[in-house]
Each structure stands twice: as C-alpha cells, then as structure tokens.
C-alpha cells in the first residue's frame, strides 16, 4: 500500500512502469548525465502533478556519472562522486535474483517518491547489486553511469530491464499493463517478458510476441548512430542462456547482433521520437516501423526561477498545475518581466565571479549562455569561428560576455579538445570579451544559468539533435534562443518573436552557420538588447507565452497518455 493526499492506494493500481537507464531529480542524486536523465525526471514530477499511475525504475550508481574538474588549460579529469543512498532514499527489503552467464546475481532495490502538486506520489525504483552474496564484479554492475566497456554495460542492461521487471513484481507492482522503454537501454525488458509468457511452451508462437508486443512502448532519443546499443550474439546467448533460447535470440538479431533500438522497435506498439523532426528523422533510420512524433517537454515549476514564479503566481494564477496557461505572459507588465530577469541574471553574475572571481562579469553586460554536453556534433567552438568579427560585434554593438559548461564523456578525446579550445579562446579574449567555463554542470548550476543569462546559443550540427531541452528551460525565464534549426527549435522558432534562428532549414557548412550566427548578433540582437528594451522584453515574452506555454512534460504528458498509455 502507498500513502497519498490522506488515502491509500493500492500498488495495483500503478500499471505503467517507466524505464530509464538514468533519471535526474537532485544534484545531490547523481542517478544522470544529461539531458536524458534530467528529461526523465521532468516526466515523472509531471506524472507525480497530472495523477498519471506510473512507477520508474533506474539504476543506483553508487559512485555517479563523474565530478569534473578543470585546470587552467581546460583539461578534464574525472574522479568519483561521493554519496550516500541512504541519506535520500529508502532500501527496501526485496530481493531478486537475476542470472548472467552461470552466476546468480543478487539485486535489490531502493526507492524515491517524487511528490506532485496536490500530493500524488510516484515512486521511483533503483536496482544495487551491492550485496554480500555477490562476487566483486557483480556488486560493483551498478557503480558507474555510462563507465566500463561493452560487457559491463550489457550487465547493466541485463539487471535493469530483466531485473527491473522482476523487482517490480517482488514489490508488489503486479498489474503492470504498459512497459515504457525511454531509449534502448532497458529493452532487455522484453527477454523477461517472452519469457513468462512463454511459460512451459517448448517455443514462443505468434500469440506469445504480440502479447508482449501490446504491452511495450518505446521511446527513441537519437538520430546519432553511438546511441544505439548493439552486442554480439555470441555473448549476449552466453549471457542470457538461462533466460532464453539462442533460437529465440537469433530470430530477434539485426545485422548479426543484438540491436537494443531494433530489439524494442520490433517488440513495441507505440514508437515515438521526440521532435517533429526527430519523427521523421527516426522513419527514414528505422524503415519499416511506424514512428510517431511527441515532442520533449521540461517541467515548468522546477526550471523557472523564483523571480519568475513569483510573476507567475500574481498574473496567472494555477499555472504550476496548467503549463498551459503561461500562454496568458503577454498580458505581464514589461516592467515586472524586467526586473525578474535582472534578479535572476545577478544571481548568476554574483555566483560566477564567486567561484571564477578572476572572470569578472558585469550583469549590465550582454550576456550569452552555452551549456551542453561537450561532443562534436553539438559545435560548442562555432561562437569562436571568427574571434576578429566577434570582437567587431562587442566592440561597434555592444559589449559581451559568454558563460560555458559541460562535460566531455571520460572517452571522449575529441569532446575534451572542444573544452581545451574554449580555454584557449578565454586567454586570447582576456580584457576585451569575457569568457567563463564552468566545471562540473549539474542541475543547480542550470538553474542559473538558463535563467540568468540574456540569450540562448544552441550550435547543433543537423540533423543530429533530436530534440534538446535547455532553450526550453530558457523559454520559462523569458530567456531568447538563438538556434540552429533542428529538434524543437523547429517548431519553437518564429524569427523575431521567440528569438533567432541560424542558418537555413538545409544543411548548412559551418561557414555558412557561423556567418548567419555573427549576422544575427550584429545585425538583429546586440542592437535591440542595448537600443530597444521594449522590443526586447517582447520577444522574451512571447518566449513564455508561445514557447514555455507548450514545450512542457505536462503537454508531453497528455500527448503520452492520449496516443500510447491507454490505447
């Protein structure tokens, strides 16, 4: 039985499991990495708000994602993060037993309850295999996000989607109808399932797949091809033998592996990518399977300033419960929208000199924002395309300043050359643009920084973001983006209303972006932020009232609920 709002609620009634190899619901959780995980724990909060009867379950990573640091150079080095479960979440007393190869691997369970607005609850699961009746290998399978190589991950894959479905039923969550797969991670899900109803049958019939098929729904989140998980057969029969047959295995293989997108894509009812776009994107990647599209959303209350709450609560009233309902920002006084900005960019201000105090930020300075993982694709380095023309710019239109943040993955070289590069670019400005990296980004650094700064740069080569979700979060604070257009900028973007575009709808070379980027400042934003505060606070709320009003997890939610949950 749980407890919610004075009643009690039965865990039968919870018949949706939501699946996610990472979810974000407190810095001091370190359960992500990024924008999958934060995305995860924006859709369960608005689960938690809209009395969706949903339980998640993840993995316990006893020792995180990684804590960043960089020296003066901009060479990262990665350690542990240290933590304690206990401190935030309640061990339970469940246990399952999960086989890999020969070993009987132990695993149990934790668990989280995220609260919504009118006390509705919805718990969150996490697996730990850091037991006594493990062998040193196997307590250490849910230690790390993203670490270790192939077998280590397939580990991972195998206790989250064979034992999160097992530990699911041990605690009582026995009327599961839905599986919710975000991303491939935990389509193992779908062995265990074949495998119970398979049963005592000597070989699974055509009744037994589409039985389990109308049960699974998957989510994909990446048109860029190292998203996708795929192992070889050899191991992954070696692994599961005792799960299911090597026939069985070979009749659900792509391409000579197994190819957890292709595994979920044939084994679900609903599929969907997360931007118009990234639909259409994904059909092309994946012929054959019909695709559909629901766009990513964030959770309005927990990405919106203080400040900017404070003029949401006096102007429109039941906005934390109906994200819809910030359509009416157009009717907020430009002053009240002003001067929570400025709170909020002095709160930025004041804490990037208070941990950078050599960077010296001014919070009447123009001030951009990129804070992104650092991976090629996403161009973090196309602001310093042309230094001389950006210097031009601060020195003819108006003074400016740029904020970074962002981890490279611990493998990836080519990522921590693009930090490196930044740095280097920070010592060539010194004295005329200021320019900060900040270590470490995490939830609360986002906060500030989405909110306080005064423009949102988002640089993604095409067509390889399939969504994004930080200029959302600037939306809520008023916040412009300036945007290449792919993933939700796409639909979000109306030149000069919610902010900029870069380049064309085509694939444009860097030149070309990089051209159209600095034309943009020069001509159309530097100009207006200095001159035209009027026009100005106008365009941050039509970035409210046009972009935050529908780019939300409640929104996504509905469209969730409508077309997959319950069909």
């Given at each position: 039985?749980?407890?919610?709002?004075?009643?009690?609620?039965?865990?039968?009634?919870?018949?949706?499991?939501?699946?996610?190899?990472?979810?974000?619901?407190?810095?001091?959780?370190?359960?992500?990495?990024?924008?999958?995980?934060?995305?995860?724990?924006?859709?369960?909060?608005?689960?938690?708000?809209?009395?969706?009867?949903?339980?998640?379950?993840?993995?316990?990573?006893?020792?995180?994602?990684?804590?960043?640091?960089?020296?003066?150079?901009?060479?990262?080095?990665?350690?542990?993060?240290?933590?304690?479960?206990?401190?935030?979440?309640?061990?339970?007393?469940?246990?399952?037993?999960?086989?890999?190869?020969?070993?009987?691997?132990?695993?149990?369970?934790?668990?989280?309850?995220?609260?919504?607005?009118?006390?509705?609850?919805?718990?969150?699961?996490?697996?730990?295999?850091?037991?006594?009746?493990?062998?040193?290998?196997?307590?250490?399978?849910?230690?790390?996000?993203?670490?270790?190589?192939?077998?280590?991950?397939?580990?991972?894959?195998?206790?989250?989607?064979?034992?999160?479905?097992?530990?699911?039923?041990?605690?009582?969550?026995?009327?599961?109808?839905?599986?919710?797969?975000?991303?491939?991670?935990?389509?193992?899900?779908?062995?265990?399932?074949?495998?119970?109803?398979?049963?005592?049958?000597?070989?699974?019939?055509?009744?037994?797949?589409?039985?389990?098929?109308?049960?699974?729904?998957?989510?994909?989140?990446?048109?860029?091809?190292?998203?996708?998980?795929?192992?070889?057969?050899?191991?992954?029969?070696?692994?599961?033998?005792?799960?299911?047959?090597?026939?069985?295995?070979?009749?659900?293989?792509?391409?000579?592996?197994?190819?957890?997108?292709?595994?979920?894509?044939?084994?679900?009812?609903?599929?969907?990518?997360?931007?118009?776009?990234?639909?259409?994107?994904?059909?092309?990647?994946?012929?054959?399977?019909?695709?559909?599209?629901?766009?990513?959303?964030?959770?309005?209350?927990?990405?919106?300033?203080?400040?900017?709450?404070?003029?949401?609560?006096?102007?429109?009233?039941?906005?934390?419960?109906?994200?819809?309902?910030?359509?009416?920002?157009?009717?907020?006084?430009?002053?009240?929208?002003?001067?929570?900005?400025?709170?909020?960019?002095?709160?930025?201000?004041?804490?990037?000199?208070?941990?950078?105090?050599?960077?010296?930020?001014?919070?009447?300075?123009?001030?951009?924002?990129?804070?992104?993982?650092?991976?090629?694709?996403?161009?973090?380095?196309?602001?310093?395309?042309?230094?001389?023309?950006?210097?031009?710019?601060?020195?003819?239109?108006?003074?400016?300043?740029?904020?970074?943040?962002?981890?490279?993955?611990?493998?990836?070289?080519?990522?921590?050359?693009?930090?490196?590069?930044?740095?280097?670019?920070?010592?060539?400005?010194?004295?005329?643009?200021?320019?900060?990296?900040?270590?470490?980004?995490?939830?609360?650094?986002?906060?500030?920084?989405?909110?306080?700064?005064?423009?949102?740069?988002?640089?993604?080569?095409?067509?390889?973001?399939?969504s994004g979700t930080s200029g959302m979060k600037a939306c809520h604070n008023g916040i412009p983006n300036l945007?290449?257009?792919?993933?939700?900028?796409?639909?979000?973007?109306?030149?000069?209303?919610?902010?900029?575009?870069?380049?064309?709808?085509?694939?444009?070379?860097?030149?070309?972006?990089?051209?159209?980027?600095?034309?943009?400042?020069?001509?159309?934003?530097?100009?207006?932020?200095?001159?035209?505060?009027?026009?100005?606070?106008?365009?941050?709320?039509?970035?409210?009232?046009?972009?935050?009003?529908?780019?939300?997890?409640?929104?996504?939610?509905?469209?969730?609920?409508?077309?997959a949950y319950f069909r």
């Amino acid at each position: 039985m749980e407890r919610f709002a004075g009643r009690t609620i039965k865990k039968d009634k919870r018949n949706i499991a939501y699946f996610s190899m990472e979810i974000g619901l407190d810095s001091k959780i370190p359960t992500y990495s990024g924008g999958l995980g934060i995305l995860a724990g924006d859709t369960i909060r608005s689960c938690a708000d809209l009395h969706i009867p949903v339980v998640a379950t993840t993995l316990l990573y006893r020792k995180g994602y990684f804590t960043q640091k960089l020296d003066s150079h901009g060479n990262q080095t990665e350690s542990d993060v240290k933590w304690k479960p206990e401190l935030f979440l309640k061990k339970t007393d469940k246990k399952v037993i999960v086989e890999i190869e020969d070993r009987k691997v132990a695993v149990t369970a934790w668990q989280y309850n995220v609260t919504g607005v009118a006390g509705y609850k919805i718990p969150v699961i996490f697996l730990d295999t850091n037991l006594k009746e493990n062998n040193p290998y196997d307590r250490n399978i849910t230690n790390w996000l993203y670490g270790g190589d192939w077998k280590y991950r397939l580990c991972q894959e195998i206790i989250l989607g064979i034992g999160g479905v097992r530990i699911l039923e041990a605690l009582g969550y026995n009327k599961i109808k839905k599986y919710h797969m975000n991303e491939g991670h935990s389509s193992l899900l779908i062995f265990e399932l074949l495998r119970r109803q398979k049963g005592r049958k000597k070989k699974l019939t055509r009744k037994d797949y589409d039985a389990v098929r109308s049960k699974c729904l998957f989510t994909t989140h990446t048109p860029v091809p190292s998203g996708h998980d795929h192992f070889p057969l050899d191991v992954v029969k070696n692994s599961l033998k005792n799960i299911i047959s090597p026939e069985e295995i070979d009749a659900m293989s792509y391409q000579g592996n197994l190819d957890l997108t292709h595994l979920a894509m044939d084994n679900s009812q609903y599929i969907n990518g997360v931007a118009k776009k990234h639909g259409e994107i994904s059909r092309k990647m994946f012929p054959g399977h019909l695709i559909d599209s629901i766009t990513n959303g964030i959770h309005s209350v927990v990405w919106t300033s203080k400040y900017f709450r404070e003029i949401y609560d006096k102007y429109i009233p039941g906005w934390q419960k109906d994200s819809f309902s910030l359509r009416y920002a157009l009717g907020i006084p430009d002053y009240e929208i002003w001067n929570a900005h400025k709170k909020a960019k002095k709160d930025l201000i004041d804490y990037v000199n208070k941990e950078h105090p050599s960077a010296d930020l001014k919070s009447h300075i123009f001030t951009i924002g990129f804070a992104r993982r650092s991976a090629t694709y996403k161009r973090g380095t196309l602001l310093f395309s042309d230094i001389n023309r950006l210097l031009e710019i601060a020195q003819k239109k108006g003074e400016i300043q740029i904020i970074y943040a962002g981890k490279a993955h611990p493998n990836d070289s080519q990522g921590k050359e693009i930090i490196k590069f930044i740095f280097s670019k920070m010592k060539e400005l010194k004295g005329k643009i200021s320019v900060v990296y900040l270590e470490n980004y995490g939830i609360e650094i986002a906060k500030k920084i989405v909110s306080g700064v005064d423009l949102w740069l988002n640089t993604p080569q095409k067509p390889l973001e399939a969504s994004g979700t930080s200029g959302m979060k600037a939306c809520h604070n008023g916040i412009p983006n300036l945007s290449i257009l792919d993933g939700w900028w796409i639909e979000g973007h109306i030149e000069n209303k919610t902010g900029w575009s870069i380049g064309t709808k085509a694939e444009n070379s860097n030149e070309e972006d990089a051209r159209d980027l600095y034309y943009k400042l020069d001509e159309k934003i530097v100009p207006k932020y200095y001159n035209n505060r009027e026009q100005w606070i106008n365009i941050m709320k039509h970035s409210i009232a046009y972009n935050a009003s529908f780019f939300n997890t409640h929104r996504m939610m509905h469209q969730y609920v409508l077309n997959a949950y319950f069909r």
